[in-house]
């Protein structure tokens, strides 16, 4: 843990800033218990380029609906943290969210993260998931020690799980798909050029092959686009989902950690503002609840 862990400052931990991580951060600060908020600012809101049927807005744009939600979760005082989180670890009843910029502790967390990560749309990933393609280094590392993997990445999140498999594995490579990677690594390990396939061999990962025609042999292959999303979380820290990844919960936004709760669209249901806005209030009931218990 670094030094500017704030273990017990917070109550409960809130990663996202969307509909459901906004809604569950006013409902719990307005019943009495501290609040972090940590959001990258990257929401399916964004995607939305007019919200016509969500109470009380009129017509909104989705950029324009994300802004105001963050700005009153400030104003009834939680504090908003605008950081990419890169890796959320659980140990002895303490979540601790790793972000770019710091290190942040509480014994709950809520993920609030939005719909799980799309796989990426390269040729073999689909076919040969489970079969050396992998979603978290930490669990998975382990199994390749001697072995030959590539991370398919190139921010902050590529970034933790190629350091998090190069002292473990055999060697490690990373494949940015045409991206300039945004940390330092070593030139011979790093593949810029645009990924054609993930190939097989024996019925598992055998390699990657470029669209530039050539190629690099592999045991493995860890997808890490983007930021560090709700389905790299639930495989990390060990929680239920259905089929689709989608996490499932209590009517409180409980899962099947104790302390761990989910809300919005990376939980099973709807994927629509009304739900997740629910969902918020939801699993503020269940935290208030939870906190009361415990004491
Ligand atoms: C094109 C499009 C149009 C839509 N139109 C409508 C509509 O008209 N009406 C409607 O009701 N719904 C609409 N939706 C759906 C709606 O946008 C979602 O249901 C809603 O935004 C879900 O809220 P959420 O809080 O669960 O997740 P999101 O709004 O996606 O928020 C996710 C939050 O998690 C944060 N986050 C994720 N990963 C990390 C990380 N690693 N580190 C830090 N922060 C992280 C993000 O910064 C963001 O704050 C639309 C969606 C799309 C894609």
């Known amino acids: 843990m670094q030094e500017n862990n704030k273990l017990d400052n917070y109550d409960v931990i809130i990663i996202g800033g969307g509909p459901a991580g906004v809604s569950a951060a006013l409902y719990i600060v307005r019943g009495g218990r501290n609040v972090l908020l940590v959001h990258n600012g990257v929401s399916a809101l964004h995607k939305a380029e007019l919200i016509q049927n969500y109470y009380g807005t009129g017509e909104i744009s989705g950029a324009a609906l994300y802004d105001v ?3 009153q979760a400030r104003r009834v005082g939680a504090c908003v943290v605008n950081a990419q989180v890169t890796f959320v670890e659980f140990d002895h009843g303490v979540f601790t969210v790793k972000t770019e ?6 014994r709950r967390l809520i993920i609030a993260t939005g719909s799980p990560r ?11 998931d489970g079969k050396g393609i992998s979603y978290c280094a930490v669990c998975d590392a382990f199994f ?8 398919i990445g190139a921010g902050a999140f590529a970034e933790h799980e190629y350091y998090a498999l190069k002292n473990v594995v055999g060697d490690a490579f990373l494949l940015t798909d045409g991206d300039s990677p945004s940390f330092e690594v070593d030139k011979d390990r790093v593949y810029t050029a645009k990924i054609a396939r993930i190939t097989e061999r024996d019925g598992r990962v055998g390699g990657v092959e470029f669209e530039d025609g050539t190629s690099i042999p592999l045991d493995g292959v860890f997808i890490a686009l983007g930021s560090m999303g709700s389905a790299s979380m639930a495989k990390t820290l060990g929680i239920l989902t259905d089929k689709s990844g989608d996490i499932k919960t209590d009517g409180y936004g409980r899962t099947n950690i104790g302390g761990l709760y989910a809300a919005g669209d990376c939980t099973v249901g709807i994927k629509q503002i009304g739900k997740a806005v629910v969902d918020g209030m939801n699993v503020a009931f269940g935290v208030i609840a939870d906190i009361k218990e415990d004491k």
């Open 69 to 71: 939600g963050i700005e």
């Open 101 to 106: 910029t710091g290190d942040y502790a509480a």
């Open 118 to 128: 799309k796989k990426a749309d390269i040729e073999g990933i689909a076919e040969l």
């Open 144 to 151: 390749y020690r001697k072995k030959r993997v590539g991370v």
